[in-house]
């Protein structure tokens, strides 16, 4: 365990923490006017590799050479200049803080959205140190600026990482389905009438990155997907972006607690782990890894069957039984991957370079208005 302090005077601004995988849907942007939950655990921090936030620069300033060593291998719109490692956590993990009322602004529309730089600082000493998040369609958070802040170990041992074998047993799984809040409704956020069943921006964003390593793996060829849930995510954005005809190529779920695949699998979809960011790799070295947050992929390899609807009519005297809970309800729309997230993954795979791939990079925009993405 250990504890954020600030790098200026060494006041502690964190409770004790550890470390686990960045989310998929750090940077994630969600719909219009939506509310999103607190990105991390309460006791958890994930550092981001790359760097983020401004300063920005477009891509046109920019020498594909030097877009290449920072592993970008295709245009996108714009660069962080930024230092890389910051680190981010719930906001109610953070003490000692206040917020800066100067630099408040940036892009924001209902709230906070960090784009002007740190608008938190340390109380004691008045040093920028964090970027608070809460506007709307964003996931809230506070993200430490990494050179404003050092990291000290605490007394304490630190939550060691779980095995394969007991996240199964812990079988905590993402639902696909979720309610998902307006902002700013006169009858309170709590009100049942201010929220609408939706797919779950975890399940958009962890696609979305799935979605380009599948296009990847691909070579071009269709792919056959598993049906059920997996098909429902994947096969529509597959068979609008791939050539159709054979020969296809055969994606697999694989993982703790599966069965071995078959070896006419060439693409097979795996956990990665909550913790370490590690992804699952006990399988054939020849086939390509498509990797999946771990409660999306045990939800895909695992699903859920649905509670039997209760006979009507009364039960015996004396015979007692748990309130029924009925299925979440189904979303109006069709899965649609996230665009962000897949253009995000792209761009970093050095195979983008091919031209039918930069193509549909090209051409997203269309791909999401036609209800892909």
């Known amino acids: 365990m250990f504890v954020f302090v600030c790098a200026g005077c060494g006041a502690e601004l964190t409770i004790p923490l550890s470390q686990v995988a960045l989310p998929v849907q750090a940077h994630q942007k969600y719909g219009n006017g939506t509310q999103l939950p607190v990105l991390m655990e309460s006791g958890t921090c994930a550092v981001?590799?790359?760097?983020?936030?401004?300063p920005w620069r477009k891509w046109e300033?920019?020498?594909?050479?030097?877009?290449?060593?920072?592993?970008?291998?295709?245009?996108?719109y714009a660069l962080s200049d930024g230092a890389p490692g910051a680190i981010v956590i719930a906001p109610g993990d953070a003490?000692?803080?206040?917020?800066?009322?100067?630099?408040?602004?940036g892009g924001y529309c209902c709230g906070l959205d960090g784009a002007a730089g740190p608008n938190v600082a340390c109380m004691a000493c008045a040093l920028p140190v964090a970027s608070r998040i809460d506007d709307c369609?964003?996931?809230?958070?506070?993200?430490?600026?990494?050179?404003?802040?050092?990291?000290?170990?605490?007394?304490?041992?630190g939550a060691a990482s779980l095995s394969w074998a007991e996240l199964m047993a812990e079988g905590k799984g993402t639902p696909p389905f979720e309610p998902i809040a307006a902002w700013g409704s006169r009858l309170g956020v709590g009100h049942w009438s201010n929220h609408r069943w939706s797919w779950s921006p975890q399940w958009e964003a962890a696609a979305g990155r799935a979605l380009a390593h599948l296009l990847v793996a691909s070579e071009g060829r269709p792919v056959a997907v598993p049906d059920g849930l997996t098909s429902e995510v994947f096969r529509r954005a597959l068979d609008a972006l791939l050539s159709a005809g054979p020969p296809e190529r055969r994606a697999v779920l694989a993982g703790p607690g599966r069965p071995v695949p078959?070896?006419?699998?060439?693409?097979?979809l795996v956990p990665s782990h909550p913790q370490t960011g590690e992804v699952w790799g006990a399988a054939d070295p020849a086939a390509y890894l498509v990797p999946l947050p771990f409660g999306v992929w045990l939800r895909l390899a695992f699903p859920e069957t649905d509670p039997p609807v209760p006979t009507s009519g009364g039960l015996p005297d004396g015979v007692l039984r748990d309130d029924f809970d009925p299925p979440a309800p189904r979303p109006r729309h069709l899965f649609r991957a996230d665009p962000e997230t897949f253009r995000h993954t792209l761009v970093r795979l050095p195979e983008v370079r091919s031209p039918w791939l930069l193509e549909i990079l090209d051409n997203l925009t269309q791909y999401m208005r036609a209800g892909y993405f």
């Open 262 to 268: 078959h070896g006419d699998a060439d693409i097979l």
């Open 48 to 54: 981001d590799p790359e760097p983020w936030g401004p």
């Open 137 to 157: 369609s964003l996931w809230q958070a506070m993200w430490l600026a990494p050179g404003a802040v050092r990291r000290l170990p605490v007394d304490g041992a």
């Open 61 to 76: 300033e920019i020498h594909p050479d030097e877009a290449a060593a920072r592993g970008v291998y295709a245009p996108v």
């Open 95 to 105: 003490h000692g803080t206040v917020l800066i009322p100067e630099n408040r602004g």
